[in-house]
C-alpha cells in the first residue's frame, strides 16, 4: 500500500542525547516536511525538502537537522541543542502541484526523561 | 514569512452548520487548504482553494477570498464524529506549506 511511515511511534530519550526519528514515503512525491505540535497547538514547520539533496529551514529549526539523501527518506535528528524536545513530530510529503494535498504519517511522541 | 489566524474553539449541536475562518498572510500565494485532525492522530486533508470561490465536497465547503486573504471552512449536517481540529494552510511560491494553529471544534449531542 502507498503511504507515508514513521517510525518509531513512541521515543524516550535521555536529556543530552541525540535522537533521530524516521520518515519513509512511497507515494514517489518530491517534497517533504516535519512539523512539531505541542499539548493543544498547531503544526510548526521544523524543515522541509522539494527535492533530494536539498532542504530548508522551517519556523523553528534550531536544534534539528535533517537529510534527504534520498527520495523516499527524511530523517528528522533531534538534538541535545533542542532545549525543549518533548512534543508530537509530524512528517509528511506531497506532489509538485500546488495544489497537491499533503499526506501525513501517524507521527513519533517523542518524551525526553 | 506566512501567518494565519483562526478562531481556537468553536461549539456547536449536532445537525448544525458551522463556519470555520481563515486569515493568512503570505508571499507567493499558492492556496488554501484545509485538515482535520482528531485527538492523538494525524492531520487529514479535506479541501483546497487556489482560486476564488466555493468548493463543495459532500458536508465539507471551502471557500476562498484572495483580495480579503480569507478563506472558510462549511460544516454541514453537523455529527459528533466531526469533534475535531480543524486546520488551515497555506502554501507559497517556495512550496513551503504552513499551519494555522488550529480550531477545536466540539460537537454536542
Known sequence: DGGITQSPKYLFRKEGQNVTLSCEQNLNHDAMYWYRQDPGQGLRLIYYSQIVNDFQKGDIAEGYSVSREKKESFPLTVTSAQKNPTAFYLCASGGDGAATEAFFGQGTRLTVV | ?109
Not at chain 2, 486569515?23 to 485538515?35: K, P
Not at chain 2, 492522530?41 to 465536497?57: I, K, Q, R, V, W
Not at chain 2, 471557500?63 to 488551515?88: T, V
Request: hydrophobic share 30%; aromatic share 12%; proline share 3%.
Open chain 2, 1 to 109: 514569512g506566512q501567518s494565519l489566524e483562526q478562531p481556537s474553539e468553536v461549539t456547536a449541536v449536532e445537525g448544525a452548520i458551522v463556519q470555520i475562518n481563515c486569515t493568512y498572510q503570505t508571499s507567493g500565494f499558492y492556496g488554501l487548504s484545509w485538515y482535520q485532525q482528531h485527538d492523538g492522530g494525524a492531520p487529514t486533508f479535506l479541501s483546497y482553494n487556489a482560486l476564488d470561490g466555493l468548493e463543495e465536497t459532500g458536508r465539507f465547503s471551502s471557500f476562498l477570498s484572495r483580495s480579503d486573504s480569507y478563506g472558510y471552512l462549511l460544516l454541514q449536517e453537523l455529527q459528533m464524529k466531526d469533534s475535531a481540529s480543524y486546520f488551515c494552510a497555506v502554501r507559497d511560491s517556495a512550496r513551503q506549506l504552513t499551519f494555522g494553529s488550529g480550531t477545536q471544534l466540539t460537537v454536542l449531542p
